[in-house]
């Protein structure tokens, strides 16, 4: 299996800019999470989904944020407007419904807003 | 609020030196915990998941435990090698729910 796919891995953008990020879980698996990871705040999860339903958006920061799960084998995390406090490593991770519930990371998307 | 505390936020140690790092969590309600690795610039590695029925797990010369009641969880590295430098997180969660992740110990092991 490829495993978690992100994309794209790098993004600098200016401030009030569109940013769309893009994942694709490994197949078969039921959750899909994004994170977001900072030197100050380390790991926060922004949403999870179970079966392509957003179950919890709580960490979402602000409206300016928003995610769907179109199908079982896509997700994206849109912010618009972007700010410079945006900037961050976004995470993607996958995991099973059952068994060790391990969870399964993507190689991050990076993003920078000037 | 749940939290995972992970100490020391650091650690330096020659190469073979045998150390444990350190999770501490709030909730003793907990699902699974687990111990990754991240790389600079990588993304997040799974080492270890212990249920909460378990009480540790093994991997090579790595081992966790885990001990509920005192919501505590260690990750004990054997005859450590340069290789290992790198930052390990633990995490846990509740069932059904995500995993609420530490700030991680950062693990530099000198040749």
């Known amino acids: 299996d490829a495993g978690v796919i992100q994309s794209p891995r790098h993004e600098v953008t200016e401030m009030g800019q569109e940013v769309t990020l893009r994942c694709k879980p490994i197949s078969g698996h039921d959750y899909l999470f994004w994170y977001r990871q900072t030197m100050m705040r380390g790991l926060e999860l922004l949403i999870y989904?179970?079966?392509?339903?957003?179950?919890?958006d709580s960490g979402m920061p602000e409206d300016r944020f928003s995610a769907k799960m179109p199908n079982a084998s896509f997700s994206t995390l849109k912010i618009q407007p972007s700010e410079p406090r945006d900037s961050a490593v976004y995470f993607c991770?996958?995991?099973?419904?059952?068994?060790?519930?391990?969870?399964?990371f993507g190689e991050g998307s990076r993003l920078t807003v000037l | 609020k749940q939290e995972v505390t992970q100490i020391p936020a650091a650690l330096s140690v020659p190469e073979g030196e045998n150390l444990v790092l350190n999770c501490s969590f709030t909730?003793?309600?907990?699902?699974?915990l687990q111990w990754f690795r991240q790389d600079p610039g990588k993304g997040l590695t799974s080492l270890l998941l212990?249920?909460?029925?378990?009480r540790e797990q093994t991997s090579g010369r790595l081992n966790a435990s885990l001990d509920k009641s005192s919501g505590r969880s260690t990750l004990y590295i054997a005859a450590s090698q340069p290789g290992d430098s790198a930052t390990y997180l633990c995490a846990f969660n509740q069932a059904g729910t995500a995993l609420i992740f530490g700030k991680g110990t950062t693990l530099s092991v000198s040749s």
């Open positions: 909730d003793s309600a907990i699902y699974n």
């Open positions: 212990i249920q909460s029925s378990q």
């Open positions: 991770a996958s995991r099973l419904a059952g068994g060790f519930g391990e969870l399964f």
């Open positions: 989904f179970n079966n392509n339903v957003p179950i919890d």
